[in-house]
T-cell receptor, first 113, second 115 residues
Framework: QQQVKQSPQSLIVQKGGISIINCAYE??????FPWYQQFPGKGPALLIA?????SEKKEGRFTISFNKSAKQFSLHIMDSQPGDSATYFC????????????FGTGTLLAVQP | KAGVTQTPRYLIKTRGQQVTLSCSPI?????VSWYQQTPGQGLQFLFE???????NKGNFPGRFSGRQFSNSRSEMNVSTLELGDSALYLC??????????????FGPGTRLTVL
């Protein structure tokens, strides 16, 4: 019940295209869903996050879509750029008195020029 | 505002030794969490501290321990190192645990290699 499943494992997108990464969870107690971006040799950087009371959140070229009934959420990167090439992790947390994050397995995104 | 800092950045140890890693959170942040990142297991939660108290712990053996000081700086210790402990150890800090205060910001990590 603690697992967060992420797909695809890797993704190749042409410059200017849309990158889509999907995650699914089982634990309905999760109430915070962040996405992190990680470059080689760096720690994960918070990209965007959503809570279950909204179905979509957009920040610049990055959008999270959230489907509470299906227990799924996804990251869309519009107008993908070579600089977006990185590993992306979805995560989930129960909030409350803990910040413990359960991470997905990661998606390696390569944006070809 | 300075980000999360972790020292050292790289460590090489041999089996059976112990190691201490340090994390300085963002100024004003009171919560520190530690994660282990490996190619096989991904990112796994180790433990979390808030105001010097451990309030959550992951599924790791007792060889892994941590503490937090009154200035919110945190250390984690791994005793009797095993080859499988080779990993990137990440520290994340946040203001607190509710709403936007729970947003976690990660440091660059400490790369531990056990020979």
């Amino acid at each position: 019940q603690q697992q967060v499943k992420q797909s695809p494992q890797s993704l190749i997108v042409q410059k200017g295209g849309i990158s889509i990464i999907n995650c699914a969870y089982e634990n309905t107690a999760f109430d915070y869903f962040p996405w992190y971006q990680q470059f080689p040799g760096k720690g994960p950087a918070l990209l965007i996050a959503i809570r279950p009371d909204v179905s979509e959140k957009k920040e610049g070229r990055f959008t999270i879509s959230f489907n509470k009934s299906a227990k799924q959420f996804s990251l869309h990167i519009m107008d993908s750029q070579p600089g977006d090439s990185a590993t992306y992790f979805c995560a989930a947390s129960k909030g409350g008195a803990t910040n413990k994050l359960i991470f997905g397995t990661g998606t390696l995104l390569a944006v070809q020029p | 505002k300075a980000g999360v800092t972790q020292t050292p950045r790289y460590l090489i140890k041999t089996r059976g030794q112990q190691v201490t890693l340090s994390c300085s959170p963002i100024s004003g942040h009171r919560s520190v969490s530690w994660y282990q990142q490996t190619p096989g297991q991904g990112l796994q939660f180790l433990f979390e501290y808030f105001s010097e108290t451990q309030r959550n712990k992951g599924n790791f053996p007792g060889r892994f321990s941590g503490r937090q000081f009154s200035n919110s700086r945190s250390e984690m210790n791994v005793s009797t190192l095993e080859l499988g402990d080779s990993a990137l150890y990440l520290c994340a800090s946040s203001l607190g645990s509710s709403g936007r205060n729970g947003e976690q910001f990660f440091g660059p990590g400490t790369r531990l290699t056990v020979l």
